[in-house]
């Protein structure tokens, strides 16, 4: 098994999680009973965790958003569903790593999964560009709704990058205009389209397949316009400014959902999903299952208009309006 990988912040449990690797080392050696002491430091080891875990400013949260033990696309499609095939090309010669989709069923529901993919170590991350995609990414992305839109499947889409490529090639094969084409193409689809931020959702990269009746997040997930590094670089010419960046940009789930812009947060298990990923996986299947059911209801002329207007009431601008010093961000 993988050493789990403890970030900063979970540093006063390293120490609990030493003893009680030697408790069970102990109990693998010899016959004695320590199921009881055993038990007192998991109790403790997990009060510690969800007292951490419920405090974690927008900085902390990136970096659970980016642990590379958090589960995957790939991981939750494997776990969801019931059946899966895997799905490749763009049909104009590209087959990306970085955004992988494919038919699948949960239950007796088929459906149409696609999402970005991050890899697990740095040969996989490079081979899967870290879950940035190129354009020929996105257009297999489209390739799949289109083939969702056909046949009237429900579409799923998980979303987890720090962005879109944005390499000397990616531009010169059109990457604005694959996520516009996307963005514009996502509006006319004539079923469920259900999107799940499941780690880091950054940038144009993020809403190429991000147009949804119903935008979700997990609970330590992060979705942003750019990556608070970017930000702070811009702004201040200073990168190490990132942790104020993501105060301002108000990149959190609760934040987002307080804002309009998420319909729901998935809670995550104590710790992080990647603390718990078969739980987490749980959650997300019985979450997409609901919203599902709800969606199936309406017609596809409901369907339509409701996704337009949930777009348009983003972003509203007031004018002549002076913003109340005591709500500023």
């Not at 430091?41 to 927008?58: D, G, K, V």
């Not at 193409?185 to 949804?212: D, K, N, T, Y």
């Not at 019985?286 to 208009?305: G, K, M, P």
Request: hydrophobic residues 40%; glycine residues 8%; charged residues 25%.
């Amino acid at each position: 098994m993988a050493r789990r990988v403890l970030l900063d912040f979970e540093k006063p449990l390293v120490e609990l999680e030493e003893q009680i690797e030697q408790i069970r080392q102990l109990a693998r050696d010899s016959e004695v009973d320590v199921s009881q002491q055993l038990l007192q430091l998991e109790t403790l080891a997990t009060r510690r965790r969800e007292e951490i875990f419920s405090s974690l400013s927008p900085a902390q949260k990136i970096q659970v958003a980016r642990h590379p033990q958090r589960p995957s696309t790939l991981d939750y499609i494997q776990v969801i569903t019931d059946e899966w095939i895997e799905l490749h090309g763009d049909r104009r010669g590209n087959d990306d790593r970085a955004l992988v989709g494919g038919v699948g069923r949960i239950g007796d529901q088929p459906v149409v999964l696609l999402g970005h993919q991050k890899g697990r170590d740095m040969k996989e991350n490079v081979a899967r560009n870290f879950g940035m995609a190129s354009p020929g990414g996105y257009r297999k992305a489209l390739r799949l709704m289109e083939h969702a839109d056909r046949f009237r499947l429900p579409i799923l889409s998980f979303i987890d990058t720090p962005g879109a490529y944005a390499g000397v090639k990616a531009e010169e094969e059109g990457q604005g205009e694959a996520i516009a084409v996307n963005l514009r193409e996502m509006f006319r689809l004539r079923v469920p389209i259900i999107a799940v931020v499941i780690g880091e959702g950054g940038s144009g990269g993020a809403l190429g397949i991000g147009v949804a009746d119903r935008l979700l997040m997990f609970e330590h997930s992060v979705y942003t316009v750019a990556s608070p590094e970017a930000c702070a670089s811009i702004l201040w010419r200073d990168a190490a400014k990132a942790p104020a960046a993501a105060e301002a940009l108000r990149i959190t789930g609760a934040d987002l959902l307080q804002l309009g812009l998420v319909d729901a947060l998935l809670k995550e298990p104590s710790g992080g999903n990647h603390w718990a990923p078969i739980q987490a996986a749980d959650t997300l299947r019985r979450a997409l299952l609901s919203h599902l059911a709800e969606l199936q209801t309406c017609s596809t002329a409901d369907l339509l208009e409701a996704r337009y207007a949930k777009y348009r009431r983003m972003g509203q601008v007031l004018e002549g309006v002076a913003p109340d010093p005591a709500h500023a961000p």
